[in-house]
């Protein structure tokens, strides 16, 4: 497998991921991740639980403040978010209805982990799962599954974060039927100009999808757009 970091294509071995552990650990659905430095949890109060979320208000000592603040957070499950790419370049997005905002919205496929436990190699396999479910393409077979770090998606809100993949190239799964459940609508390819105009035309709001094209951009890893500008 070709895994790409940065724009620098080269045989490597999947990049170790820090362990996952859990702030509700007798609940064993939630991210949060243990802290660097000196964070100390003076108290906690839990408001909500399900499956899927936490709400808690915990006192916290912080590195750079003695006197403990209180802050009411969501734990959430990590995420994967893939940026699916053709062998010309396209990049694959869905368009899905979302009950919270009554809208449908261009997105990259994403889907959460269940397994507070998982390693790299679960995580990846999460990655490929929503790749097939969402968007009906997988991994040609010369093709590679790239991690591209993790971003937290509202940082003053909750802990929940999203691990960044590109799938290349990706070719459409035969026989492949959408789950009606996953409120799905629309699958297109689009080039990298019309991706840059559906963002600069508010068409892509999206924060997993902004923040991995972001990463791809940063890394070197879209193709460069032809000049729309000729000489005379």
Not at 40 to 66: C, G, M, W, Y
């Amino acid at each position: 497998m070709i895994l790409i970091n940065c724009g620098v294509a080269s045989p490597a071995t999947v990049s170790r991921q820090p362990p996952i552990t859990f702030a509700a650990e007798e609940s064993g659905h939630y991210n949060c991740q243990i802290k660097a430095g000196n964070w100390k949890t003076i108290s906690r109060e839990r408001h909500f639980a399900n499956a899927n979320l936490e709400v808690v208000t915990d006192r916290v000592q912080t590195p750079a403040r003695p006197d403990p603040r209180a802050w009411t957070i969501v734990h959430r499950k990590a995420a994967v978010v893939v940026a699916p790419m053709t062998r010309d370049s396209k990049i694959v997005l869905i368009r899905q209805e979302r009950i919270p905002i009554r809208h449908a919205i261009w997105e990259m496929p994403s889907g959460q982990i269940d397994d507070h436990d998982a390693d790299q190699e679960k995580i990846n396999d999460v990655a490929l799962r929503e790749l097939r479910e969402e968007t009906g393409y997988e991994l040609a077979q010369d093709g590679s599954l790239s991690p591209l770090g993790h971003y937290f998606s509202s940082p003053g809100f909750t802990d929940e974060r999203g691990y960044f993949f590109l799938a290349q190239p990706v070719v459409p799964c035969p026989d492949y039927v959408r789950d009606e459940s996953e409120s799905i609508l629309d699958c297109r390819a689009f080039t990298v100009a019309e991706i840059r105009g559906m963002i600069a035309e508010n068409q892509i709001r999206d924060a997993n999808t902004l923040s991995v094209l972001a990463r791809l951009w940063a890394c070197r890893l879209l193709p460069a757009e032809k000049s729309t500008n000729h000489a005379n």
